[in-house]
């Protein structure tokens, strides 16, 4: 203690302190600084603590049940009680699978195939299948282990024993997209937007407030220009770069990582423009609330971390409790995601894609709209 109190002694003592206390004036004049770089990290703290989790369960399953017996109906029963599956609804084809996988509607699908209770009762193995997106490997984890636990669980409640041939059940779990598991092919396409996402924000949160600090606002504004020109004059040298940038991942990611490339490159970057622009627009509209440079970084911040952890980047979103995955619904991020990995994996068109298409459009219709009539307002 008696050590301490002389380290502050001296600072006290020092040419130092008077910058020390003009900085600490200043803090005292803007609590709203202060009470974000506490506050936030705190908020993150507890939501990410409680959010992320690596385990996946309840997949969203459909099930193709060409059997219609007590013995397949007991099979999809003993499968939503692993809770590895969450039973969604059911199917009559293979094609309504593969529609459905592809749309992200689901992550699984059971196939029992007609002969599924003969088999058994000829003292055969009665086989089955599960297929589930392996985009992302910790899906594919959560299939393999509930199709283990389902084939240890199901002959006692069936009350068969081993056959001849094998053990009584034979589920086997098929992974589409990605059946070696490799996580590169996952994060890489997941990289595009957050790299887009992490450094057009900060960028752009910090456009209307340095303007307005270095005095050069005022000057733009009595320019015989309008304001939506203005903010556009700001936007499209970053949406190039931006272009520039994704492209840049999308090749580094192909050549050197094997990542493919299954559907239409000329689609995605269609696409990728609607999220370039609600990107920009959520920066612009950060910058016109902050009061200053900090600030704006510090809400920048505040949001980037959300949308790497919460919109399933790293982690799956169906083992985040519903209040994360709420919030994950409020970010663009998590749209553009479900595009990139989908067109790139998948090779998904605009059939199963136009649902996250409307919800990034309207993401980039109001950011740039607040942000205009924001502007509108800070100029006046």
Known sequence: MNALMRFFSAIRTSLLWPMVRKEFIQLRRDPGTLGMILGIPAMQLLLFGFAVRTEVRHLATVVLDESRTPESRLLIETIVQTQNFDLVGH???????????????????????????????????????????????LASSAAISGAALVATILPSRLGVGPSATGPPLDLRVRPWYNPSGESTTFVIPGLVAVMLMMTFVVIMAGAIVREREVGTLEQLVVTPISKWALLLGKVVPFVIIAYLQMTNVLLLGWLVFGVPVRGSILLLYALAGVFILAVLGIGLMISTFAKSQAAAQQLAIGLIMPSILLSGFLFPREAMPAVAQWIGNLLPITYFLEIVRGILLKGTGMNELWRPTLLLLAFAVVTLAIAVRRFAKTVE
Not at 98 to 127: C, M, T, W, Y
Request: net charge negative; aromatic share 2%; no cysteine.
């Open 91 to 137: 199917v009559t084809d293979r094609a309504a699978i593969e529609h459905a996988i592809n749309g992200g509607e689901v992550r699984a699908a059971l196939i029992i195939p007609p002969d599924f209770s003969r088999q058994l009762k000829r003292g055969e193995p009665g086989s089955a299948q599960i297929i589930v997106d392996a985009a992302n490997p």
